[in-house]
């Protein structure tokens, strides 16, 4: 083993993993808000559906897409592997010390969270993603393009006049919310991002990204049933 396998599998480099991951899928959650938030325009779903071609076609995004695919995995395996080595750890120490320490109560908790997310995940992107690359999503033409794109906005739509659907959109975007609270603050942790100066800056803005993007996330299925 080279020392940089035995560093990735070791606890440091399996916790530098997840970080980078999870950084990396926090700026994704930014750029598909954004994106998704064009389905509260009133046009008739062109935004959107423009933005759904272009992120569908463009041969970069495409290999960022990969990338995040990658990242997912890689995000959910390392967590569940440094579950297990800690999950160990503690059972070799299970007779000395009885009590769970409260500074170990996140980072289980974080696991539970986390498989709850990826359950989500895999029913959204059935949900949509799937359809849009494999299921039979009608096209439509708009004025403003010159080929005609597919209607992933009609498919969302019918999909939030299910109040089941947009139920459990908020219920998970809560659960997103726990799991980013603390993914926030650990990852820049892992990665030495620290310094007392700006501790309380780096709190608010973990704090306010991780209630604004879930929150914004939410709105969507709620304002589509409604209005
Ligand atoms: C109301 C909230 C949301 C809506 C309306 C929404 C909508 C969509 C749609 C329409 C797609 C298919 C896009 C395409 O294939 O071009 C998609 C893909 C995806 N969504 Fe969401 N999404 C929401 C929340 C989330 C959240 C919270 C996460 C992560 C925790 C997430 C993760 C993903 C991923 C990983 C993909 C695949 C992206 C890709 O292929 O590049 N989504 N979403």
Redesign the pocket.
């Known amino acids: 083993m080279n020392w940089f396998t035995r560093f990735l599998t070791s606890s440091l480099g399996q916790k530098f993993i997840m970080s980078l991951t999870g950084i990396f899928?926090m700026l994704?959650?930014i750029v598909?808000?954004l994106?998704?938030l064009q389905?509260l325009k009133d046009d008739g779903g062109e935004a959107?559906n423009s933005y759904?071609y272009f992120?569908?076609h463009n041969p970069l995004?495409k290999t960022?897409?990969y990338t995040?695919?990658a990242s997912?995995l890689l995000h959910a395996i390392q967590g569940i592997l440094l579950w297990q080595r800690n999950k160990a750890a503690r059972g070799n120490v299970r007779y000395a010390v009885q009590h769970t320490r409260s500074s170990e109560r996140p980072a289980r908790n974080m696991a539970w969270i986390g498989i709850i997310?990826f359950i989500?995940?895999v029913l959204?992107?059935y949900?949509?993603?799937f359809?849009?690359?494999w299921g039979k999503v009608p096209f439509v033409e708009y004025d403003s393009l010159d080929h005609p794109v597919k209607d992933?906005y009609t498919?969302?739509a019918a999909s939030?006049e299910n109040i089941g659907y947009v139920v459990f959109?908020v219920v998970?975007?809560v659960v997103?919310a726990a799991h980013l609270w603390h993914g926030f603050w650990s990852s820049l942790q892992t990665l030495g991002i620290n310094h007392r100066k700006y501790n309380g800056l780096i709190h608010f803005i973990g704090a306010a990204y991780a209630i604004g993007?879930?929150f914004l996330?939410?709105?969507?299925?709620v304002w589509?049933y409604v209005f």
């Open positions: 899928l994704f959650l598909h808000l994106g998704n389905l959107f759904a992120m569908t995004i960022v897409s995040l695919y997912i997310i989500f995940l959204h992107m949900q949509f993603w359809q849009m690359h992933l498919l969302v939030y959109y998970c975007m997103v993007v879930p996330f939410a709105v969507i299925p589509m």
